[in-house]
């Protein structure tokens, strides 16, 4: 799948280090819709796995995480959101 658009959830954004005492989640956006990783403060990393449901086929052209909910903006099929992206 071609990444259009990459996004990160820190649960503690002021920590020294990213995810310093926490998971942190990485969102790739693309062809094939939302992957999600989850990078733990131990070091262990997930599979990418494809994430959420609902998401027509279609491009995710763009992915931003407000708070720790998820909007992704596709390509000709609008808006579509998840509402907590916590690990």
Do not use: K
């Not at 649960?11 to 280090?17: D, E, K, S």
């Not at 310093?20 to 989850?38: E, M, P, S, Y």
């Amino acid at each position: 799948t071609e990444a259009r658009s990459i996004a990160l959830y820190d649960p503690n954004p002021n920590a020294p280090n990213v995810g310093g005492t926490g998971d942190v989640v990485l969102l790739a956006g693309g062809r094939g819709g939302v992957f999600r990783r989850t990078l733990s403060a131990c070091g262990t990393t997930t599979a990418w796995a494809e994430y959420g449901s609902g998401l027509p086929n279609t491009v995710v052209q763009d992915l931003e995480v407000v708070g720790t909910r998820l909007v992704a903006g596709t390509y000709g099929r609008g808006v579509w959101m998840v509402d907590d992206v916590s690990p």
